[in-house]
């Protein structure tokens, strides 16, 4: 059974810092495109960022790009480890975030495999 699941979230004041994690377990994700969305209570999700493969550049949202850094591993024991470290965190940062699966960057946006989310509060 495929499965993403995130954790890592929580309460931060503005400024600080939180990474989030995402243990994928079912099967290999090293040929999967893996990413990190977000989405606010009562609009939709967006996407932060994505990397194709373990070793491809990320691509960062306006609004991530600076701050974020998605990282992946896939040694020992984090192996299917997906990571995103946020800094500088502002309260507009406030969502549920999710990570996902695809099996090709094409299919990014729609994901093959969501995780269940996790909350990230910033206090002002």
């Known amino acids: 059974q495929v499965q993403l699941v995130e954790s890592g979230g929580g309460l931060v004041q503005a400024g600080g810092s939180l990474r989030l994690s995402c243990v994928a377990s079912?099967?290999?994700?090293?040929?999967?495109?893996m990413g990190w969305f977000r989405q606010v209570q009562g609009k939709e999700r967006e996407l932060v960022t994505y990397?194709?493969?373990?070793?491809?550049?990320?691509?960062?949202?306006d609004f991530a790009r600076g701050r974020f850094t998605i990282s992946r591993d896939n040694r020992g024991s984090k192996k299917n480890t997906l990571y995103l470290q946020m800094n500088s965190l502002k309260p507009e940062d406030t969502a549920v975030y999710y990570c996902?699966?695809?099996?090709?960057?094409?299919?990014?946006?729609?994901?093959?495999?969501w995780g269940q989310g996790t909350q990230v509060t910033v206090s002002s």
């Open positions: 990397m194709q493969r373990l070793d491809s550049t990320p691509y960062y949202a």
């Open positions: 996902n699966a695809a099996s090709s960057r094409a299919r990014i946006l729609e994901g093959d495999y």
């Open positions: 079912g099967w290999t994700f090293d040929s999967y495109a």
